[in-house]
């Protein structure tokens, strides 16, 4: 079978999603799990960031079948398993019974929720940027249940400790992973390019 490319992706992606915050969610995502893969030594960077882009695929359209959705429509798409799996599994617990089981899988899984909570803390300073955001300012906001109350701490925490890592560890490994691909979202999101 044919690589799924990042173009066919982002068509895909498109296709389901048209709120601009889900497309810079994904965007960031799929940067954020690049980052990743780089700095933990893996040598598919571009595979962690498909499954990062695609891992809300169905959640606009289908939010109720989040996750469950997604199989079908990746299937259709001539998407591999290994994709559909990484996508369905950050709803382990949520929405499916498909555990993380490869470290992007846990990844994926840690780090999505904490990419909303780490941008909320972000556009509320001054530079509305992640480049001068520190891990004690997004603790501050973390430990306050109001503050960006859909981003679950429980499945932070959880994710966290699937990793074997220090919540402190996960957040700062995060905002570096969010800077480095803050501008390209920014560019790509207002010129909507893929």
Excluded at 37 to 50: I, K
Excluded at 54 to 62: G, K, P, V, Y
Excluded at 168 to 173: F, V
């Amino acid at each position: 079978m044919p690589r799924f490319t990042r173009e066919q992706a982002w068509d895909l992606l498109r296709k389901y999603n048209q709120d601009p915050f889900h497309l810079q969610h994904a965007l960031t995502v799929e940067g954020v799990m690049q980052w990743f893969a780089r700095d933990l030594g893996f040598d598919n960077p571009d595979f962690w960031g498909l499954v990062g882009l695609l891992h809300d695929l169905d959640f606009e359209q289908f939010p109720n079948e989040h996750c469950r959705k997604a199989p079908e429509l990746l299937r259709a798409a001539g998407a591999g398993e290994e994709i559909i799996h990484g996508v369905c599994s950050h709803g382990y617990g949520l929405t499916v019974d498909i555990p993380p089981e490869h470290t992007m899988e846990k990844i994926l899984y840690a780090a999505d929720e904490l990419t909303g909570l780490i941008w909320a803390a972000a556009i509320i300073r001054p530079s509305k940027s992640v480049r001068d955001l520190e891990v004690k300012s997004v603790k501050k906001k973390y430990k306050s249940p109001n503050f960006a109350a859909g981003c679950s701490r429980d499945v932070i925490e959880r994710g966290a400790a699937m990793l074997g890592w220090e919540l402190d560890t996960l957040i700062e490994k995060t905002i570096l992973a969010m800077r480095s691909c803050e501008e390209i979202v920014k560019t790509r999101r207002t010129d909507n390019i893929p």
